[in-house]
């Protein structure tokens, strides 16, 4: 029986408590949380719990999630594409995403998965939702990426891009192999829906074989929705409505569903979006690099739409992303008086919602009987910390502290911000190989 307490730490347990537990304890079990409260409360309670984790001050957090991954992109890192630079979001699919997917192996999908969840560990981010492409080696690809989610001991939802880009409707066969094993499995660790890459890459008849293998196993679609202005011009031309219209007309959407981006959408498609309880996923920083705009998310969670908050394969540090989202809408807006409620709930609300309709534990809070999934951040607060000045604190200070120790499922994976499962020189150094191999390919 795997059985400790953690004492000494400032427990900000999220969810439903609206507290701050100064000399907080959690008592863990296997791999739940059985009871939390003050430290010398818990220490009476269960004198038999001789294992104590001391959090010696440091703040205790639920694991955070990444509700828009690419663990792929692991690969392009250090990377220059050949040619002339990419002037535009197409040319940035075209001469860089669409050749490092296509060239990447069996083994690359492994560690350029195995890499970024590494550092999900150091950055206490406990489960992630990513998006798969490997055309080249797709049969097996969400398999080798499970593998090395288990290998980590974080928590993820996986999926294939379905695309018509190379055939039509390749991945489906994949995403519906994957599917099967998941709802075999009932893994607590995996979770998976129907990946489809964009509307600009699929036909309606691959849209409607899709449609029915996500009603078959009762799952949601995870889909880019127009990221760039192509998306949206490619759907006018071919079915005279806007993506989000011809989704929806298709039945792509729903409250289990993800649309990745939503930047390059009217008044109309928002409203879509409410009536049907389909998420947005905003990507802050890749849609910066991109250079694809400023999605309206404000104005949507004014609306009522829920939305995630996502790396797009850029991190896997969510307190940074949320803080870039602070900022740039507020520069957006020209209005300082904004997002200083709306970003932290993208990441600390919005993203439990979103997996909690995908896995069968309940993720995003400390609570009796929840999964005990928590990071301790090595943070020292230079003022009063309480439940009203916490978003303060995680806005300004927090994305600059560093992770001590983070826990999935009650497995230390990390302490004193050592890995204690994983050899990271190991992996580097091979995924250091690959990637040079990779990139020859390519050019």
């Given at each position: 029986?795997?059985?400790?307490l953690?004492?000494?730490?400032?427990?900000?347990?999220?969810?439903?408590?609206?507290?701050?537990?100064?000399?907080?304890?959690?008592?863990i079990?296997d791999?739940k949380?059985?009871?939390l409260?003050?430290?010398?409360?818990?220490?009476?309670?269960?004198?038999q719990?001789?294992?104590?984790?001391?959090?010696?001050?440091?703040?205790?957090?639920?694991?955070?999630?990444?509700?828009?991954?690419?663990?792929?992109?692991?690969?392009?890192?250090?990377?220059?594409?050949?040619?002339?630079?990419?002037?535009n979001?197409?040319?940035?699919?075209?001469?860089l995403?669409?050749?490092?997917?296509?060239?990447?192996?069996?083994?690359?999908?492994?560690?350029?998965?195995?890499?970024?969840?590494?550092?999900?560990?150091?950055n206490?981010?406990?489960?992630?939702?990513?998006?798969?492409?490997?055309?080249?080696c797709?049969?097996?690809?969400?398999?080798?990426?499970?593998?090395?989610?288990?290998?980590s001991?974080?928590?993820?939802?996986?999926?294939?891009?379905?695309?018509?880009?190379?055939?039509?409707?390749?991945?489906?066969?994949?995403?519906?192999?994957?599917l099967?094993?998941?709802?075999?499995?009932?893994?607590?660790?995996?979770?998976?829906?129907?990946?489809?890459?964009?509307?600009?890459?699929?036909?309606?008849?691959?849209?409607?074989?899709?449609?029915?293998?996500?009603?078959k196993y009762?799952v949601?679609?995870h889909?880019?929705?127009?990221?760039?202005?192509?998306d949206?011009?490619?759907?006018?031309?071919?079915?005279?409505?806007?993506?989000?219209?011809?989704?929806v007309?298709?039945?792509?959407?729903?409250?289990?569903?993800?649309?990745?981006h939503?930047?390059?959408?009217?008044?109309?498609?928002?409203?879509?979006?409410?009536?049907?309880?389909?998420?947005?996923?905003h990507?802050?920083?890749?849609?910066?690099?991109?250079?694809v705009?400023?999605?309206?998310?404000?104005?949507?969670?004014?609306?009522?739409?829920?939305?995630?908050?996502?790396?797009?394969?850029?991190?896997s540090?969510?307190?940074?992303?949320?803080?870039?989202?602070?900022?740039?809408?507020?520069?957006?807006?020209?209005?300082?008086?904004?997002?200083?409620?709306?970003?932290?709930?993208?990441?600390?609300?919005?993203?439990?919602?979103?997996?909690?309709?995908?896995?069968?534990?309940?993720?995003?809070?400390?609570?009796?009987?929840?999964?005990?999934?928590?990071?301790?951040w090595?943070?020292?607060p230079?003022?009063?910390?309480?439940?009203?000045?916490f978003?303060?604190?995680?806005?300004?200070?927090?994305p600059?502290?560093?992770?001590d120790?983070?826990?999935?499922?009650?497995k230390?994976?990390?302490?004193?911000?050592?890995?204690?499962?994983?050899?990271?020189?190991?992996?580097?150094?091979?995924?250091?190989?690959?990637?040079?191999e990779?990139?020859r390919?390519i050019?």
């Amino acid at each position: 029986m795997n059985e400790y307490l953690i004492t000494n730490g400032t427990l900000i347990p999220l969810g439903s408590s609206q507290e701050v537990i100064q000399k907080g304890a959690l008592y863990i079990k296997d791999d739940k949380i059985e009871d939390l409260g003050k430290t010398s409360d818990l220490v009476q309670k269960y004198p038999q719990v001789t294992k104590h984790l001391d959090a010696n001050k440091k703040v205790i957090l639920p694991g955070l999630i990444c509700a828009h991954h690419h663990l792929y992109s692991t690969m392009a890192r250090g990377f220059s594409p050949p040619g002339s630079p990419a002037s535009n979001f197409q040319e940035i699919l075209e001469k860089l995403w669409w050749k490092l997917d296509y060239a990447l192996s069996e083994e690359d999908v492994y560690y350029s998965a195995i890499i970024p969840m590494i550092e999900c560990i150091r950055n206490g981010t406990t489960t992630i939702v990513d998006h798969h492409a490997s055309p080249n080696c797709c049969d097996g690809s969400l398999d080798k990426i499970a593998e090395a989610t288990l290998d980590s001991g974080i928590r993820a939802s996986l999926c294939y891009e379905v695309t018509d880009r190379h055939k039509p409707g390749q991945g489906i066969i994949e995403s519906e192999r994957f599917l099967k094993r998941v709802s075999e499995e009932k893994s607590p660790f995996l979770a998976s829906c129907l990946g489809i890459h964009a509307s600009f890459t699929v036909s309606d008849e691959t849209l409607l074989r899709c449609r029915e293998i996500a009603e078959k196993y009762q799952v949601g679609y995870h889909i880019h929705v127009a990221e760039g202005p192509g998306d949206v011009a490619d759907s006018l031309s071919k079915y005279k409505v806007r993506p989000v219209e011809r989704l929806v007309n298709r039945g792509i959407c729903g409250e289990k569903t993800l649309f990745a981006h939503c930047i390059h959408i009217d008044e109309k498609e928002m409203d879509l979006l409410l009536q049907t309880k389909t998420t947005v996923l905003h990507n802050p920083e890749s849609n910066m690099n991109n250079a694809v705009g400023v999605a309206q998310i404000l104005k949507m969670m004014e609306k009522g739409i829920r939305v995630g908050l996502g790396t797009d394969g850029m991190s896997s540090h969510m307190p940074a992303q949320m803080r870039v989202a602070y900022l740039l809408h507020r520069l957006e807006n020209k209005d300082p008086r904004v997002a200083f409620l709306e970003a932290p709930k993208m990441l600390l609300e919005n993203n439990p919602s979103i997996v909690n309709q995908q896995f069968p534990v309940k993720l995003g809070a400390l609570e009796p009987g929840g999964p005990a999934d928590l990071a301790i951040w090595d943070y020292c607060p230079a003022t009063n910390l309480d439940f009203n000045s916490f978003l303060g604190h995680f806005i300004f200070a927090m994305p600059q502290a560093t992770v001590d120790t983070t826990i999935v499922g009650g497995k230390i994976l990390m302490q004193n911000k050592k890995l204690l499962s994983l050899d990271e020189e190991r992996l580097c150094a091979r995924s250091r190989e690959l990637a040079t191999e990779l990139h020859r390919r390519i050019t």
